[in-house]
């Protein structure tokens, strides 16, 4: 204590769902965390990892009442208005902030997802638990979305 | 004192924090940085994000709907 240099707050999200409206959630709190001085970042596992796939990050279906793509396409429309930023315009930022990307090695083999078919220029990093709970333990937010 | 001026007017969150993240990266220590926007809650968070990097917050003016708020880094 005393001399320590004080580390930033963090922030360590699981993305476990790929949902269209989850990965805003997960987007919108990382980038909240990074403006306001903490570090943050997202480990992508199970159906989230579809998000990282090539051109796959607005793919995503919404949780509720999707419809076939109604929905989906009802609330894009409303987002539109609202003037909401895009899921690419989030990562981006969210990546110049300094947030990292995490991609779960053990599910992307449940998957059936080879590394090839990601978007790597996005992942900073892959790992399994022992890098999430190592992300978790010194982190003040952590989410599973 | 240089100034830097952002303009996030008609955009919602998490948008105006993260442009008043970006120019304070940006700018040097001392420098004063002022955004204009729109969004009700922005103009509530952005002097709490200004406290949790602790920089100063300059001045909230309000008119019209559109705030302006300046910082010093």
């Known amino acids: 204590m005393g001399d320590d240099i004080k580390k930033p707050d963090k922030s360590t999200i699981i993305v476990h769902s790929g949902d269209m409206d989850k990965i805003y959630s997960a987007l919108i709190v990382s980038n909240g965390a990074l403006s306001m001085g903490m570090e943050a970042s997202l480990f992508f596992t199970f159906w989230g990892l579809q998000r990282l796939q090539k051109g796959g990050l607005e793919k995503g279906p919404l949780s509720k009442m999707h419809f076939l793509g109604l929905g989906k396409w009802m609330i894009k429309g409303r987002m539109k208005k609202a003037n909401v930023a895009s899921l690419e315009r989030l990562l981006n930022d969210f990546r110049e902030l300094g947030g990292k990307v995490i991609a779960c090695e053990m599910t992307m083999e449940i998957m059936g997802i080879d590394k090839k078919d990601l978007n790597q220029d996005i992942i900073d990093e892959y790992g399994a638990v022992g890098t999430y709970v190592n992300e978790a333990r010194n982190s003040k937010i952590t989410l599973f979305i | ?73």
């Open chain 2, 1 to 73: 004192m240089a100034e830097l001026k952002i303009d996030v007017t008609g955009e919602t969150c998490p948008v105006p924090l993260v442009e008043l993240r970006k120019a304070l990266r940006k700018a040097s220590p001392g420098e004063i940085v002022e955004v204009v926007g729109t969004h009700p809650a922005s103009k509530k968070e952005i002097p709490m994000a200004v406290e949790a990097l602790g920089s100063e917050l300059v001045d909230v003016d309000e008119k019209d709907g559109i705030w302006k708020i300046r910082v010093r880094k």
